[in-house]
């Protein structure tokens, strides 16, 4: 992670001096335990506040349209190429501004669980090669990095960068196969309705409207989300089971075509809801009726822009 590190710092300097981008967006240290934060870095001094690591879990493509009329230069793993070759494609940023540098991804590791083993405040947080160390009054633990990978990480089959300008490092292995990836899934397919929609029920029930699924969402971008309008109003403020119901189904339903699976959505809610069981329904149905995965090229026009002949068609009455 060091080297990987010391790369980006290069690159990123070189670009800045060279002018060929007016701002970097990487990572810098977290100011609390277990996290890295999102930074942009605009002069080749201020590199050296870029690290990468294991809990550089966030995807950075959320904050490319804060930056559209510049030159932008961005660190990305393989979730977040995705999210800007969507971004791409729906005309949201221009690629001809932005300097791609790829880094495969081991997985990011969970900040919320790794909370719920160590706590709030370990004094001390090490990671050597599979291993985490954390240190928590004054005892030491050493524990595999694979029992605290985020849900999302430990069932990712796009680990490495599919649109880079460049890429740093070598491309790692890919995890787990097709079948494994939609593993949560297809758990879920085994309940009954009754059950499923306990689940539902239950999982935003912990809902309180704040909306930061929304926020750290690299495709949703809406000037208006439906959620705000007033003309026409499409659902109240309030906390009622339909009422949370449908800001989550409907925030799911459009990203159709357009989710790649980051979990970002999850990694940010204050409240622990798990959107990978849905997000994952989004990408099968996607693959499975129209042989198309979200953000894979960007000479592909988006699933819902475009059609086949022998389109999946049974829902047409």
Known sequence: MDSVTSQIRE???ALLSEGK???????TEGTIPFTAR?????????????????FCRLNLASYLRQFKDKKIGIIAKGCDTRSIAILCTEQQVNRDNIYIIGIPCEGMLSRKTLRERFGDTPEKVEI?????EVTTSGKKESVPISNFLDT????????????????????????????????LLREFEKKSPDERWKYFREEFSK?????????????????????DSLNPKWIDKGFSESDLSIWHLTRLYHQAGRCVECGNCSAVCPVGID????????????????QYEAGMSIDE?????TFKQDDYNDFVM
């Open 11 to 13: 690159r990123a300097k």
């Open 21 to 27: 981008v007016d701002v970097v967006i990487g990572f």
């Open 275 to 290: 959107f990978n069981v849905m997000t994952q329904k989004l990408s099968l149905d996607a693959l499975q009726m129209f």
């Open 301 to 305: 026009k988006p699933l819902l822009q």
């Open 128 to 132: 050597k090669d599979d291993i985490i």
């Open 152 to 183: 999302a990480c430990r069932f990712c089959i796009h680990p490495n960068p599919v649109v880079y300008d460049e890429m740093i490092d070598d491309e790692v292995p890919i995890r787990v196969s097709q079948e494994e990836h939609y593993s």
């Open 38 to 54: 999102p930074v942009a870095v605009a002069h080749p001094e201020e590199v050296e506040c870029l690290v990468w690591n294991r």
């Open 207 to 227: 809902c309180i409207r704040c909306y930061a699924c929304r926020e750290a969402c690299p495709t949703c971008y809406c000037e208006e989300c439906f959620v």
